[in-house]
């Protein structure tokens, strides 16, 4: 099943921030996030593994809990390249497919 | 330089003519899987190969087959398209380890009329 992303979208000044979570039913080994700009291919961002780990990516964080199979995406003091579409993916404990979530469009305003 | 390719990159074609969508990767990568990417269902995974002669299928699989004859490739095929298989499809590859990261492919848009 996809993992379930939220919001679908949002829309930010240059210098705000913003979270977007993903949520799955099945218990999860990892979580990946990866973003895609328009006309291009999803990028790698970052992975996170159970135990809680949080990593960061420039001013661009995640964190995963793995009891309740969440993770969030914190977009700190945005930048214009920050807009893109940003997609979450999940890799199950018991299985090695990776899925995708919907995505979350983010569109970074001057 | 690693990459996964894929061809065509744009392929317009009438219903039912069958079609094959290539994927190469370059990476010595166990996994490949391919998604199509609709506008407000994100990626979802069509089929997904752990290694060669090895597939199984993802959450969209009717109409499509796959298969993996070697390792680096990993064919897409549309026996009898239909307009409903109009998409952007991406196909990605990684190692066999979950912890890894996905690379993908450019996409190929797909137009069937």
């Known amino acids: 099943q996809q993992p379930v992303q939220s919001p679908q979208a949002v829309i930010l000044r240059e210098g705000e921030d913003a979270v977007i979570n993903c949520s799955s039913s099945?218990?999860?080994?990892?979580v990946h996030w990866y973003r895609q700009k328009h006309g291009e291919a999803p990028v790698f961002l970052m992975i996170?593994?159970?135990?809680?780990e949080q990593k960061g990516h420039e001013k661009i964080s995640a964190s995963f809990n793995e009891k309740k199979q969440q993770s969030s995406l914190y977009l700190t003091a945005s930048q214009l390249s920050y807009s893109g579409t940003y997609f979450c993916?999940?890799?199950?404990?018991?299985?090695?497919?990776?899925?995708f979530g919907a995505g979350t469009t983010v569109t970074v305003r001057a | 330089e690693a990459q996964v390719t894929q061809n065509p990159r744009y392929l317009i074609t009438v219903t039912g003519k069958k079609l094959t969508v290539t994927c190469s990767q370059n990476?010595?990568?166990?996994?490949m899987s391919w998604y199509r990417q609709d506008p407000g269902l994100g990626l979802r995974q069509i089929y997904y190969?752990?290694?060669?002669?090895?597939?199984d299928k993802g959450d969209v699989p009717e109409g499509y087959k796959v298969s993996r004859k070697e390792k680096r490739n990993f064919p897409l095929i549309l026996e009898s398209p239909s307009p409903n298989q109009t998409s952007l499809y991406f196909c990605?590859?990684?190692?066999?380890?979950?912890?890894?990261?996905?690379?993908f492919g450019q996409g190929t848009r797909l137009t069937v009329v």
């Open positions: 990605a590859s990684k190692t066999g380890q979950r912890h890894t990261e996905a690379f």
């Open positions: 099945k218990a999860l080994y990892s």
């Open positions: 996170l593994l159970k135990g809680g």
């Open positions: 993916g999940t890799e199950g404990s018991n299985d090695y497919k990776l899925s």
């Open positions: 990476m010595n990568h166990e996994y």
């Open positions: 190969s752990m290694n060669v002669e090895v597939t």
